[in-house]
């Protein structure tokens, strides 16, 4: 069990308030400080802003221990103030740093060591100008550490409290010795590292993380041209102890708040700095191309799209989360409805609202796939398991499924008489068009 102390977090949101939580399972005292009135008063009433799982009750087994306030000179009392705010793309591709200026406008003035510590994922070199700046407003008795967070959400809260490694970036030894100790309780390897080699160490695992899916996606692709299946290569190619297993899954590409947005930071930075990542720029293109995949693959089956009606199913960025940021299912949809198409859209949690207009949204699979020309799976939710069924290949006017996650098995699919097209997987041979076709919009293998 780690000593208790008082942990201040800058920011209500996603990784604030896992941060918060965690921090109180821990132990500790925690005051969470956010600038929005509303989101400080429904955690107060014990209401969630977002979906994710564990978080809720993690904040209210330690309700004792968290305290919400809209007040930053509450975090005077604070040991160490974690910094949990968004950092967006600018349209540079910078990140944009201006929420993490303003939390620092709002430092609590004392007379006493408070450690600031950077969560949110930010440029390498933030550390040193945060630094500055605090020289710059005599705040000298601050401390600095960067202590990134590799928490991916639907298991955010797992991740913080199993994690494979800790990293502490910090300028002084006893600063980064004291945001360790905040940790005591938490089995794991801590990588005590400096500043900026702490930042470089986020940045590169995000990108590489994309660069496994890319490759991945790239390899599906070459698969589909010469009738290999990808789901097999994966699986043969993570054994490699190695290589490992992971983000090795071929699909539509990588969406969500981190990935996209990490990557063009990296990017930025490096050529801000005169260098130009070629392969984090290739990393980014193919992910772009991937998600339009689908789009051909729709047209080999039915021809010009203008008329037909395509079921969305599933629009989160991933399973588990209601999170439609960088979603490729918004792609698809704008692709879809620039062709002509009709889209149908449905999802267990994620509301798309005004993000996709022209869709119409279905309560349930069956009312999104009836009549439809094509279904396409575009997320990997466990409702879909069973989407090759009788009652849906009778709903649907054109038996038709792009599973673009490869949930289900090829060969059951298509024993079910749909025509099924994976992504890197063998795919079914052209079966014709429905009656309503015209002659022009066939298309051969
Ligand atoms: C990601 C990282 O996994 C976390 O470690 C990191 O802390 C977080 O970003 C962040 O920077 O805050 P997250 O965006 O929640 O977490 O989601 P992931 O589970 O990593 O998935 C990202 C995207 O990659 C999703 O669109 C997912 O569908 C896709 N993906 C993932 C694949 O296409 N194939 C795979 O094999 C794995």
């Known amino acids: 069990m780690a000593e208790t102390r008082t942990i201040g977090i800058f920011g209500a949101g996603w990784v604030g308030l896992v941060t918060g939580g965690c921090f109180a399972e821990l132990g500790h005292e925690v005051i969470v400080r956010d600038v929005m009135p509303e989101r400080i008063a429904a955690l107060e009433a014990g209401r969630m802003p977002f979906h994710e799982a564990d978080l809720p009750e993690v904040l209210e087994r330690n309700r004792e221990r968290i305290r919400y306030t809209l007040d930053a000179d509450d975090l005077a009392e ?7 705010v968004q950092t967006p793309p600018t349209y540079s591709g910078d990140a944009d740093l201006s929420y993490v200026w ?9 007379d006493r060591r408070q450690i600031l510590v950077m969560k949110s994922t930010v440029p390498v070199g933030t550390g040193e100008k945060v630094r500055a700046a605090l020289q710059a407003r005599d705040l000298t008795e601050a401390g600095y550490v960067s202590n990134p967070e590799f928490l991916a959400e639907g298991h955010a809260v797992r991740d913080f409290l199993n994690p494979d490694r800790i990293v ?19 089995e794991a390897p801590v990588v005590r590292t400096d500043v900026a080699s702490a930042e470089m160490i986020k940045l590169a695992a995000n990108a590489f993380l994309m660069t496994r899916i890319s490759f991945i996606n790239e390899i599906a692709n070459v698969c589909e041209a010469v009738g290999a299946d990808v789901v097999e290569v994966a699986h043969g190619i993570g054994l ?3 290589l490992g297993k992971h983000f090795l899954r071929a699909g539509i590409g990588y969406g969500g708040s981190c990935f996209p947005k990490d990557s063009l930071a990296l990017k930025q ?3 801000n700095s005169g260098y130009h990542f070629q392969l984090l720029a290739a990393v980014i293109e193919v992910n772009e191309l991937q998600k339009r995949r689908v789009i051909q693959k729709l047209q080999k089956h039915l021809g010009k799209l203008r008329g037909k009606k395509v079921a969305l199913l599933g629009l989160a960025f ?4 209601d999170d439609l940021r960088e979603a490729p299912s918004l792609v698809l949809a704008s692709r879809l409805l620039a ?14 609202g005004e993000l996709m207009k022209g869709a119409v949204l279905s309560d349930t699979v069956l009312d999104a796939v009836r009549g439809a020309d094509a279904a396409v799976i575009v997320t990997e939710w466990d409702e879909l398991r069973g989407l090759a069924s009788r009652e849906v290949q009778e709903a649907m006017a054109h ?7 490869n949930l289900l098995d090829p060969a059951e699919a298509r024993s079910a008489g749909f025509a099924y097209e994976g992504i890197g997987r063998p795919s079914s041979p052209f079966e014709g068009l429905p009656e309503t076709a015209e002659p022009e919009q066939r298309v051969s293998r």
Not at 78 to 84: M, N, Q, R, V
Not at 169 to 186: H, K, M, R, T, W
Request: contains cysteine; hydrophobic residues 45%; aromatic residues 6%.
């Open 240 to 242: 490699d102890h190695r």
């Open 318 to 321: 991933k399973a588990g989360t």
């Open 168 to 186: 502490i970036g910090s300028f002084a030894e006893e600063d980064g010795a004291a945001v360790e100790a905040l940790y005591d309780g938490i």
């Open 339 to 352: 062709e002509g198409a009709e889209v149908r859209a449905w999802d267990p949690v994620a509301r798309p």
């Open 269 to 271: 930075l490096a050529s």
């Open 102 to 110: 303003t939390a620092l406008d709002h430092l609590p003035r004392v």
């Open 78 to 84: 604070a040991d160490a103030l974690f910094i949990c």
């Open 399 to 405: 038996p038709l499924i792009i599973d673009g996650r």
